[in-house]
């Protein structure tokens, strides 16, 4: 088996055929609104915002693990690599499920992507959100959809639950 971990989109639509899917976390990383989305949830000069991870020593990032059937992988991390290319990048991670861990993969888009916002105010990204709108549909979409995710399945983001409270304003 491949693992797969999302913790945007992927946690609500992953779009891609797998074996299992389990609720899970990473140690480490912290999910924000930090990636330009110019082709899912924006446009080439209006972009929205979406997830990506940094890192962060104390936080814990929970999201869905995927299994795939090796067979299949070949097709699916394709997919996943069109669906992620706006800065993306496949980084091996470790994923922890209840009492196991198991290696996997991600997709990470760093500092050196041309569509990485870094560091906004919640306020700021709010803005964006609102207006916001890709061929994926509406940037406020994404975010409620994750944040109602997340507390379906019981994981604390403040970071994400602070943003929707905003853009539901």
């Keep these: 088996m491949i693992w797969i971990f999302g913790y945007g989109s992927l946690v609500w639509r992953p779009a891609f055929d797998y074996v299992e899917a389990r609720p899970s976390f990473v140690r480490h990383w912290a999910r924000r609104f930090w990636q330009a989305s110019t082709d899912h949830r924006g446009v080439p000069g209006a972009p929205g915002c979406v997830v990506t991870l940094v890192p962060k020593r104390s936080a814990v990032c929970w999201g869905v693990a995927y299994a795939l059937d090796a067979r299949a992988a070949k097709t699916v991390f394709a997919k996943l690599d069109h669906r992620e290319k706006g800065g993306y990048e496949r980084v091996e991670i470790e994923i922890e499920m209840g009492r196991e861990r198991q290696k996997g993969v991600t997709y990470v888009a760093g ?14 990204i709010a803005e964006t959100v609102r207006s916001a709108r890709g061929p994926s549909g509406d940037n406020v979409e994404y975010v409620l959809r ?24």
Aim: no cysteine; aromatic share 6%.
């Design 111 to 124: 500092p050196e992507n041309p569509n990485y916002l870094g560091h906004s105010t919640l306020r700021e």
């Design 146 to 169: 994750l944040a109602a995710a997340l507390r379906a399945m019981g994981a604390e983001d403040a970071h994400v639950f602070e943003l929707a409270r905003l853009v539901g304003e």
